[in-house]
C-alpha cells in the first residue's frame, strides 16, 4: 500500500498544523540581534525538521499551556495525535512555503504559510507539481511570552488541494 496514501487518511489537517507552530517556537529565538520575522522564520524552519524526524516532544514544547486549534484540541490532545502520527508513519517529509508574517503586536506575530507533506523525500528542484503531496494552509497566531520563546497559541489549517501524479 501507498505510504503516502495512508499518511493523507490519518490526521493530515492538524499535523501539518502542529508542525507548523513547531516550526515557529523552536531554537534561535533568544538572540537579541534578530529580527522577530527571522526568529520567526528560523523557528518554522527548526520546526520543520522535528516534523520530519518525528519529534513530537519537541513539537508540542513549542506550543503554549492555553493553546488551541481551530477545533478546539488543546496542547495535551495534539500531543497525543502528533504521538500516535508518527507512530504510524515513519516517513515524513514537508515543503514549507511562508506566505506571511506580520507583527500586530511586538510579542505577537500572525503567519500564514503553505505545507505541502509526503511519504517521500521529495528535492524542492522537482517542482511542486510533479510529487505526490497532500497541500495545507496554515494561519498561527505566534506569542512570545514573558520575553521567552515564540511559542504558538492558535492554529487553524485548511486542506487546499491534492496534489500528485
Known amino acids: 500500500m501507498d ?4 499518511m493523507r487518511s490519518q490526521y493530515p489537517g492538524w499535523l501539518l498544523l502542529v508542525i507548523t507552530l513547531i516550526l515557529t517556537s523552536l531554537t534561535g529565538c533568544s538572540r537579541e540581534q534578530d529580527s522577530p520575522e527571522a526568529q520567526i522564520r ?20 513549542l506550543l503554549t499551556d492555553n493553546f488551541q486549534d481551530s477545533r478546539g484540541r488543546d496542547k495535551q490532545a495534539i500531543s497525543k495525535l502528533l504521538r500516535i502520527y508518527f507512530l504510524r508513519n515513519k516517513s515524513i517529509h514537508l515543503i ?8 500586530p503586536a511586538p510579542d505577537h506575530a500572525q503567519v500564514e504559510l503553505a505545507i505541502a507533506m509526503t511519504a517521500k523525500p521529495t528535492h524542492e528542484q522537482q517542482g511542486i507539481l510533479n510529487i505526490n503531496a497532500d497541500m495545507h494552509r496554515f494561519n498561527l497566531s505566534i506569542v512570545k511570552q514573558d520575553n521567552k520563546d515564540w511559542q504558538v497559541l492558535y492554529l487553524k489549517w485548511d486542506r487546499k488541494t ?3 501524479r
Open 42 to 61: 528560523a523557528l518554522l524552519k527548526n520546526a520543520e525538521l522535528a516534523a520530519e524526524s518525528g519529534d513530537f516532544r519537541e513539537l508540542t514544547k
Open 96 to 103: 514549507t512555503r511562508i506566505q506571511s508574517v506580520d507583527f
Open 3 to 6: 505510504k503516502s496514501l495512508i
Open 162 to 164: 491534492r496534489v500528485g
